[in-house]
């Protein structure tokens, strides 16, 4: 081991902790605090004890347990209180001795309440791990749930990244190592769908359907769920699974809470400053401003997002977020207002060799050739705003209305610096050299509204409606995204100077990109619980009608600096102009062909019901139907085929789902269910997009993605957070989605295109779950192994002893894009309410993954397994004040890339660039470090 110094005082640390655990004082009561009717241990409840007309109080621990240690001789008096259950007897009694250890287990009854109490009953206790452990074991379909109090003590402050502690889940990152989409049992984001209180909500992504899961502050939850087997009433489109953040309610009673906290990212330094930027004035292109007729000059666009210079060498992250909450006559009207603001500093040092377009046929077949390696520094500054508010209103004890608002707001400034560092003599010779910089200036603005109005009625003893009406919209902006390219061969005189420059190439780009999803929808849902044959029996009926309208506009200007400017640094000497006035007219622009308007109307009917078969065995089935109408119209070129057109489809969605309860805390479970995954609007659309290697095209004629999912598990809640699951999963897909290089033209003409693979994929693995409390140290871990298999066709350039160079289409079977064979985590807590203090060290291992497919045999892109080290606390310091504080990635943790190749074929100086390559059979091509990231603050809570 690495640190035997720290593991041997940890493992001193856990065992006085377990010592005291079990050390039991004299003149001591103790005792548990259970559910009298299913014996859970109700954590949260209070203990009150008075003894010599003082009063104590206790908060019972996870397990149930409470403990007064040192007391006087003499009579005494403990009663327990716990929301949501009427308060104990009080039990009295006499310690006579100083040797007394007094046993009192106070048993609490349920409380009894009509409709509209029973909507509030435990608010006040919902965020809690025992209230969702019961979601878990009474629900009717497999599901993972964070409780508030669990993501609160998590290190993470993102949805995103709190994700990646669910069982089963891992998480995909951006280039400053933050969180950013979820990959649930090994299917990718594509696979995946996002709800707010059970209401699917639009994507801001400018080509597919997906939420980037980094946009939401986690400590607006009220709940994150992980629901991974679809009954007939859920929307079909989530083969993988299902995250539905709920955020926060009205309260039972006033609340208010706030939090403020600050911090600092040790990536940055005087000697690595974070390279800040002021946003172009710029929002709208010269097109949007003046019509596609206009022809643009220079003097159209800002530099400043390049010019600019906010560079700061420690800057302060910040965050703050507010509560409050009360009902209100007579407790029929509840409200609750919450909002957060996040202000983070992130970045990364990355360093990437590039492969050549081609590989070579020689020495082995598909050698892979680097043309490029480049040394990269991100800077980025993210800002979200979150806002959201919810009023219900119950009329009486049969309706109630509510009325949610969600508001999301990301700002993410993206500064990239990159240098080639071929130039920097690994591509030298003699006296010339080779240099290439380019520096990237972003801001992506993203927004998400979610407007939804809530009904629910009993109809009559046995009949229950439900509706929603729902209007929704999320935004995609980048104004101005600028580019500066700088390409030459130098001459050097013997004392390095620079005295000439050939083979000059400098751009300029300036891009924009707006993108816009809105949906208005309706769903209904028609409940029936009549008693058949003594038994309870629940029909549901209802559908739901979605218009979405989804509008992408792209345009981008480039600007060449012409080829004799030496560039010393002074990017204002550069004498930018575009290479003819024509380039400058919007009407021009290859962009446009890109921007598509899509109108999609979707609507689905269920038939569902439960029953009780056996006394023990819960039956829930029934069938769904999904139609899909989409209609899209592009501004391609009229030459373009299918440049408009409607694509439509009808999918039949049986599910069925057993659970049979062993005993009153152990359930077995067993599913299946039939699911589908829409393909990404820039997927269908007949676009064509540049890239570095093969352009992109769309393809109109692709097919949705449909699937068969079986899950089997059993389920073990002892009390409290205490849980152990054991559970395994099958998927059949069909017509899966792969990219592969087709020929566009001309033989020598190729790009990637999206394509249905004929011959299927396969995805099946194991989960395993454990949550266990000794007193106040808990353990949890986690540990999901998942198996993909899919077969594409790839290129492969071989050496013919008699024609040469010999390109063939050769079979190649692999995992799914971002699929993990093994993934885990593990925590170890404390927990003492008596210390007033939560401490989690939090570890997550993700194993190695495809992480970009490649269109040659063998050249497929992998990161190899990757495992982070957190920490986070929360200590009382007065009686509503505590004080906390979360630490990510301590041991600095890197994501590296690599080829499943020897890397024989790197030269001396590319081995060096990117440091040790450890395994003969692979060429480690990228590696990205994110340092540690700290934030501290304090937190109020009534």
Same mark, same amino acid.
């Given at each position: 081991m690495?640190?035997?110094?720290? $593991?041997?005082r940890?493992l001193?640390?856990?065992s006085?902790?377990?010592?005291?655990?079990?050390?039991?004082?004299?003149?001591?009561?103790?005792?548990?605090?259970?559910?009298?009717?299913?014996?859970?241990?109700?954590?949260?409840?209070?203990?009150?004890?008075?003894?010599?007309?003082?009063?104590?109080?206790?908060?019972?621990?996870?397990?149930?347990?409470?403990?007064?240690k040192? &007391?006087?001789?003499?009579?005494?008096?403990?009663?327990?209180?716990y929301?949501?259950?009427?308060?104990?007897?009080?039990?009295?009694?006499?310690?006579t001795?100083?040797?007394?250890?007094?046993?009192?287990?106070?048993?609490?009854?349920?409380? +009894?309440?009509?409709?509209t109490e029973?909507?509030i009953?435990?608010?006040?206790?919902?965020?809690?791990?025992?209230?969702?452990?019961?979601?878990?074991?009474?629900?009717?379909?497999?599901?993972?749930?964070?409780?508030?109090?669990?993501?609160? &003590?998590l290190?993470?402050?993102t949805v995103a990244n709190?994700?990646?502690r669910?069982?089963?889940?891992?998480?995909?990152?951006?280039?400053?190592?933050?969180? %950013?989409?979820?990959?649930?049992?090994?299917?990718?984001?594509?696979?995946?769908?996002?709800l707010v209180?059970?209401?699917?909500?639009?994507? !801001?992504?400018?080509q597919?359907?997906?939420?980037?899961?980094?946009?939401?502050?986690?400590?607006?939850?009220?709940?994150?769920?992980?629901?991974?087997?679809?009954t007939?009433?859920?929307?079909?489109?989530?083969?993988?699974?299902?995250?539905?953040?709920?955020?926060?309610?009205?309260?039972?009673?006033?609340? #208010?809470?706030?939090?403020?906290? *600050?911090?600092?990212?040790?990536? #940055?330094?005087?000697?690595? !400053?974070?390279?800040?930027?002021?946003?172009?004035?710029?929002?709208?292109?010269?097109?949007?401003?003046?019509?596609?007729?206009?022809?643009a000059?220079?003097?159209?666009? +800002?530099?400043?997002?390049?010019? +600019?210079?906010k560079?700061?060498?420690?800057p302060?992250?910040?965050?703050?977020?507010?509560?409050?909450?009360?009902?209100?006559?007579d407790?029929?009207?509840?409200?609750?207002?919450?909002?957060?603001?996040?202000?983070?500093?992130?970045?990364?040092?990355?360093k990437?060799?590039?492969?050549?377009?081609?590989?070579?046929?020689i020495p082995? !077949?598909?050698?892979? =050739?680097?043309?490029?390696?480049?040394?990269?520094?991100?800077?980025t500054?993210?800002?979200?705003?979150?806002?959201?508010?919810?009023?219900?209103?119950?009329?009486?004890?049969?309706?109630?209305?509510?009325?949610?608002?969600?508001?999301?707001?990301q700002?993410?400034?993206?500064?990239r610096?990159?240098?080639?560092? &071929?130039?920097?003599?690994?591509?030298?010779?003699?006296?010339?050299? =080779?240099?290439t910089?380019?520096?990237?200036?972003?801001?992506?603005?993203?927004?998400?509204?979610?407007?939804? $109005?809530?009904?629910?009625?009993?109809?009559?003893?046995?009949? %229950?409606?439900?509706?929603?009406?729902v209007?929704?919209?999320?935004?995609?902006?980048?104004?101005?995204?600028?580019?500066?390219?700088y390409?030459?061969?130098?001459?050097?005189?013997?004392?390095?100077?620079?005295?000439?420059?050939?083979d000059?190439?400098?751009?300029?780009?300036?891009?924009?990109?707006?993108?816009?999803?809105?949906?208005?929808?309706?769903?209904?849902?028609?409940?029936?619980?009549p008693?058949i044959?003594?038994?309870?029996v629940?029909?549901?009926?209802?559908?739901?009608?979605?218009?979405?309208?989804?509008?992408?506009?792209?345009?981008?200007?480039?600007?060449?600096?012409?080829?004799?400017?030496?560039?010393?640094?002074?990017?204002?000497?550069?004498?930018f102009?575009?290479?003819?006035?024509?380039? *400058?007219?919007?009407?021009?622009?290859?962009?446009l062909?890109?921007?598509?308007?899509?109108?999609?109307?979707?609507?689905?009917?269920?038939?569902?019901?439960?029953?009780? @078969?056996?006394?023990?065995?819960?039956?829930?089935?029934?069938? %769904?139907?999904?139609?899909?109408d989409?209609?899209?119209?592009?501004?391609?070129?009229?030459?373009?085929?299918? %440049?408009s057109?409607?694509?439509?489809?009808?999918?039949?969605?049986?599910?069925?789902?057993?659970?049979?309860?062993l005993?009153?805390n152990?359930?077995?479970?067993?599913?299946?269910?039939?699911?589908?995954?829409?393909?990404g609007?820039?997927?269908?659309?007949?676009?064509k997009?540049?890239?570095?290697?093969f352009?992109?095209v769309? /393809?109109p004629?692709?097919k949705?993605?449909?699937?068969?999912?079986?899950?089997?598990?059993?389920?073990?809640? !002892?009390?409290?957070?205490?849980?152990?699951? @054991?559970?395994?999963f099958?998927?059949?897909?069909?017509?899966?989605?792969?990219?592969f290089?087709?020929?566009?033209?001309?033989?020598?003409?190729?790009?990637?295109?999206?394509?249905?693979d004929?011959?299927?994929?396969?995805?099946?693995? #194991?989960?395993?779950?454990?949550?266990?409390?000794?007193?106040?140290?808990?353990?949890?871990?986690?540990?999901?192994?998942?198996h993909?298999r899919i077969?594409?066709n790839?290129?492969?350039?071989?050496?013919d002893?008699?024609?040469?160079?010999?390109?063939?289409?050769?079979?190649?079977?692999?995992?799914?894009?971002?699929?993990?064979?093994?993934?885990?985590?593990?925590s170890?807590?404390?927990?003492?309410?008596?210390?007033g203090?939560?401490?989690?060290?939090?570890?997550?291992?993700?194993?190695e993954?495809?992480?970009?497919?490649?269109p040659?045999?063998?050249?497929?892109?992998?990161?190899?397994?990757?495992?982070?080290?957190?920490?986070?606390?929360?200590?009382?310091?007065?009686?509503?004040?505590?004080?906390?504080?979360?630490?990510?990635?301590?041991? /600095?943790?890197?994501?590296?890339?690599?080829?499943?190749?020897?890397h024989?074929?790197?030269?001396?100086?590319?081995?060096?660039?990117?440091?040790?390559?450890?395994?003969?059979?692979?060429?480690?091509v990228?590696?990205?470090?994110?340092?540690?990231?700290?934030?501290?603050?304090?937190r109020?809570?009534l």
């Open positions: 690495k640190h035997p110094y720290f $593991l041997n940890l001193l640390l856990f006085i902790c377990l010592l005291f655990s079990f050390t039991t004082m004299a003149q001591t009561i103790r005792g548990k605090v259970t559910d009298a009717k299913t014996g859970e241990p109700l954590t949260g409840a209070t203990v009150h004890l008075t003894q010599d007309g003082v009063s104590k109080f206790v908060a019972v621990n996870l397990n149930g347990s409470y403990s007064f040192n &007391l006087k001789n003499g009579p005494y008096k403990v009663q327990a209180n929301v949501g259950y009427t308060s104990s007897k009080i039990n009295e009694g006499n310690i001795s100083a040797s007394d250890v007094v046993t009192v287990n106070i048993l609490l009854q349920d409380a +009894s309440m009509q409709m029973i909507q009953k435990g608010e006040a206790n919902k965020e809690s791990d025992h209230a969702v452990r019961n979601i878990e074991k009474n629900a009717p379909m497999v599901i993972n749930v964070l409780s508030a109090n669990t993501i609160k &003590l290190p993470d402050v709190a994700l990646q669910v069982s089963g889940v891992t998480i995909q990152r951006s280039a400053s190592g933050e969180g %950013r989409y979820a990959i649930i049992r090994g299917m990718d984001q594509r696979y995946n769908s996002t209180n059970g209401i699917k909500i639009p994507s !801001p992504d400018g597919y359907r997906f939420v980037p899961m980094d946009i939401f502050p986690s400590e607006m939850l009220e709940r994150l769920e992980v629901i991974k087997a679809l007939p009433s859920m929307e079909g489109d989530a083969i993988g699974g299902v995250m539905n953040l709920v955020m926060k309610s009205a309260p039972s009673q006033f609340t #208010f809470s706030a939090n403020v906290s *600050g911090g600092f990212s040790t990536l #940055f330094s005087s000697s690595r !400053p974070f390279v800040g930027f002021s946003a172009s004035p710029n929002s709208k292109s010269p097109a949007a401003i003046n019509g596609n007729s206009y022809a000059t220079y003097a159209d666009f +800002s530099n400043k997002a390049l010019t +600019s210079d560079n700061m060498s420690t302060f992250s910040s965050t703050a977020g507010i509560t409050i909450g009360d009902r209100f006559l407790k029929k009207l509840g409200v609750i207002v919450s909002a957060s603001y996040q202000n983070i500093y992130r970045g990364s040092n990355s990437q060799l590039t492969p050549n377009a081609q590989p070579s046929a082995l !077949p598909n050698s892979p =050739q680097f043309s490029d390696a480049y040394d990269r520094t991100y800077s500054q993210t800002e979200r705003v979150g806002i959201h508010n919810k009023i219900d209103y119950a009329f009486n004890d049969k309706n109630k209305i509510s009325l949610y608002n969600l508001y999301i707001h700002s993410e400034f993206e500064s610096f990159t240098s080639d560092t &071929l130039g920097l003599g690994l591509n030298s010779t003699g006296l010339s050299k =080779q240099i910089i380019s520096n990237r200036s972003m801001l992506t603005k993203q927004n998400i509204y979610n407007s939804t $109005l809530h009904g629910e009625h009993w109809l009559g003893n046995q009949w %229950r409606l439900n509706w929603d009406g209007y929704s919209q999320a935004t995609r902006h980048q104004p101005d995204r600028t580019e500066f390219f390409d030459a061969n130098k001459t050097l005189n013997n004392s390095g100077a620079v005295t000439a420059e050939v000059n190439n400098t751009q300029l780009d300036h891009h924009w990109e707006n993108n816009r999803d809105k949906d208005l929808s309706g769903y209904a849902n028609l409940i029936y619980t008693k044959a003594g038994k309870d629940e029909f549901s009926a209802g559908g739901l009608y979605r218009h979405k309208v989804r509008d992408a506009d792209y345009i981008t200007y480039s600007l060449t600096g012409g080829k004799s400017t030496l560039f010393n640094n002074n990017f204002n000497s550069i004498p102009a575009f290479n003819s006035a024509a380039d *400058g007219i919007g009407a021009n622009n290859p962009d062909q890109n921007n598509y308007h899509v109108r999609e109307n979707d609507n689905a009917e269920y038939l569902q019901v439960k029953f009780d @078969l056996f006394p023990k065995l819960q039956v829930l089935g029934g069938v %769904r139907i999904e139609n899909t989409l209609t899209y119209v592009t501004q391609s070129p009229e030459t373009v085929t299918q %440049r057109g409607n694509i439509k489809y009808t999918d039949v969605l049986p599910s069925i789902h057993l659970k049979y309860q005993t009153d152990q359930n077995i479970r067993a599913s299946y269910f039939a699911a589908i995954s829409r393909p609007f820039g997927e269908q659309v007949p676009y997009v540049t890239g570095e290697y352009d992109q769309g /393809n004629y692709l949705h993605i449909t699937a068969d999912n079986y899950d089997v598990r059993y389920e073990f809640f !002892p009390g409290g957070a205490d849980q152990l699951l @054991l559970g395994s099958y998927k059949k897909i069909y017509n899966p989605i792969e990219y290089v087709v020929r566009d033209g001309g033989p020598s003409s190729q790009v990637i295109k999206p394509q249905n004929p011959g299927n994929a396969t995805n099946y693995g #194991f989960e395993a779950l454990a949550t266990k409390f000794f007193g106040v140290i808990g353990f949890s871990i986690n540990y999901t192994y998942t993909s077969t594409t790839k290129l492969l350039y071989s050496n002893p008699t024609l040469g160079l010999k390109q063939t289409n050769v079979d190649e079977t692999r995992p799914l894009q971002g699929q993990a064979d093994h993934v885990g985590n593990a170890v807590l404390y927990k003492s309410a008596k210390l203090l939560d401490i989690q060290l939090a570890f997550v291992y993700t194993g993954r495809l992480a970009q497919v490649s040659y045999y063998n050249l497929d892109f992998y990161q190899h397994a990757y495992n982070q080290l957190d920490f986070s606390f929360e200590k009382t310091i007065a009686k509503r004040l505590s004080f906390y504080g979360k630490v990510n990635n301590i041991t /600095n943790a890197a994501s590296k890339i690599y080829l499943k190749f020897p024989g074929s790197l030269d001396a100086k590319q081995q060096e660039f990117l440091g040790k390559q450890d395994i003969a059979g692979q060429t480690l990228q590696s990205d470090y994110y340092k540690t990231l700290f934030l501290g603050g304090f109020y809570k």
